[in-house]
């Protein structure tokens, strides 16, 4: 950290909010109060213009009193767009038909491919910077482990900084996560803000054409988080937050601060599975795919996301494509196969004005021995189960269901790392019916006690996939 860099002096910040987007951590307190001497951007005048393209393009952050616009090559910009998962040119393009702008990585490893996909689909890209956090065992206290990652993020903003596709940084994805031993939320060693701060004056000395931002968990710690950082990095350009069922909080959590800049919502969703209830045992209870796509709805309404104004500048949806996380189907937006879940035509309404010609199927309920998720249904070795889904098509078209047991995952993740998906269990499924909404099947629990979740996917052949699943226990005779 230069020694030249100005120190803004901030009060403490604290905020009401629900649980932590990242973490197990609840949050709690009251409305956030901060010194106007925390900007960031600065006050400025009233039409104060920050400038900051190349010969690819050129991205500006303009304000005009409270409202403030991003603009790309000279033109308003938006932001409705989703978190990339995937690296093939298919699944970019689908984002661009299903009206979406712009998506977000979490690293540069697929960036060539990616870039080069979202140039021909007419598709901008918020770049993240593969930076280490602290949460995976990255040590900010070693010298050269840090010098040489300065290193290799100079060299990737040096590769891409003149991309057409770019529009701008991320300089680390929740750098501020940090689980304490009791589970509760803590502050990161301040050494990681400093890195993060060497990394952001490089992009302001060799890409001025594009904007910065850190993207902050929304963790019991949030308001902290964000004056710790902007010590850290005063003239940060944007501020970007990942919040699920927090999200509606997020613009007050904004005001609250205090701060003059404009912010983005880096990741929104489902209801994250630390903001559900569990079974018994403590495994999280997954939401059906068509409470998600009315919950993700109702969220980004309340939170201004359907409509970008002031300090909002837009966000990005989690996840385009499809990932494991207690779950293989809890945050894609698409399925292991390429289904399209009901989110995605919710996502396609909201940002073109109108549904896709084929509307996928949405699930209400999944019923085991006729009792919900929340009853904690635990069952014998072998035993004959029976089990219910209730699933709706706006098409009305014939839908195949696919049933399937797994076991739960043995090492969960946290903050969205890497997690083993766990193996599916050879399982007998006979007495398939149906009556009106509702699918059924008669099933053989697994011989072998222990957690295990039914699976149901319901596909309408036309690229369509409602999904639910059903945690239960199995006992030890």
Request: glycine content about 10%; cysteine-free; overall charge negative.
């Amino acid at each position: 950290m230069k020694l030249s860099r100005r120190l803004f002096l901030v009060m403490s910040l604290w905020v009401s909010a629900s649980p932590a987007q990242a973490g197990p951590a609840a949050t709690s307190g009251a409305p956030a109060a901060a010194n106007d001497a925390l900007q960031g951007g600065g006050q400025g005048n009233p039409a104060q213009t920050m400038t900051v393209a190349s010969a690819g393009s050129k991205v500006e952050l303009l304000q005009s009193g409270k409202d403030w616009t991003l603009q790309v090559d000279g033109k308003p910009f938006v932001v409705h767009g989703a978190g990339m998962g995937y690296t093939d040119e298919a699944g970019i393009a689908r984002l661009a038909e299903a009206g979406g702008n712009a998506f977000r990585t979490w690293g540069t490893q697929h960036l060539d491919v990616q870039l080069a996909a979202a140039q021909r689909h007419g598709l901008k890209v918020l770049v993240g910077l593969d930076m280490q956090k602290q949460l995976q065992g990255f040590d900010y206290q070693d010298e050269e482990a840090v010098a040489r990652q300065l290193k290799a993020l100079q060299a990737s903003i040096d590769r891409y900084r003149s991309h057409p596709g770019l529009l701008g940084w991320i300089i680390a994805n929740e750098p501020n996560l940090m689980i304490g031993a009791d589970g509760a939320a803590v502050q990161p060693d301040p050494a990681v803000y400093e890195a993060m701060a060497d990394v952001l004056d490089y992009i302001h000395e060799q890409d001025p054409d594009h904007p910065a931002t850190v993207a902050f968990a929304f963790t019991a710690t949030l308001a902290e988080d964000v004056a710790l950082a902007l010590q850290a990095m005063p003239a940060l350009d944007f501020l970007s937050f990942q919040a699920y069922g927090a999200l509606p909080v997020v613009p007050d959590l904004v005001q609250g601060l205090a701060v003059n800049l404009p912010y983005m919502v880096t990741e929104f969703g489902p209801l994250g599975h630390w903001e559900m209830p569990a079974t018994q045992w403590g495994r999280e209870i997954e939401e059906p795919s068509g409470a998600k796509a009315v919950g993700l709805v109702e969220r980004m309404q309340q939170a201004g996301l359907h409509d970008p104004q002031g300090q909002l500048l837009g966000g990005f949806a989690f996840l385009w494509g499809h990932k494991q996380e207690r779950t293989p189907t809890w945050y894609g937006l698409f399925t292991e196969e390429g289904g399209r879940t009901a989110a995605v035509d919710e996502l396609s309404r909201l940002w073109t004005g109108q549904y896709p010609r084929h509307r996928a199927p949405s699930a209400w309920g999944l019923t085991l021995n006729g009792e919900v998720a929340g009853a904690s249904v635990s069952v014998l070795p072998a035993s004959r189960l029976t089990a219910s889904l209730q699933v709706s098509d706006p098409d009305s078209d014939d839908l195949t269901v696919r049933w399937q047991v797994r076991k739960e995952v043995e090492l969960r993740s946290h903050g969205g790392h890497f997690e083993a998906r766990p193996d599916s269990v050879a399982t007998q499924f006979s007495d398939h019916s149906r009556a009106d909404d509702r699918h059924g099947v008669t099933l053989l629990a697994p011989v072998d006690p222990g957690h295990y979740r039914l699976y149901a996917w319901a596909s309408d052949e036309q690229g369509g996939v409602a999904t639910a699943n059903f945690p239960f226990l199995v006992q030890p005779l």
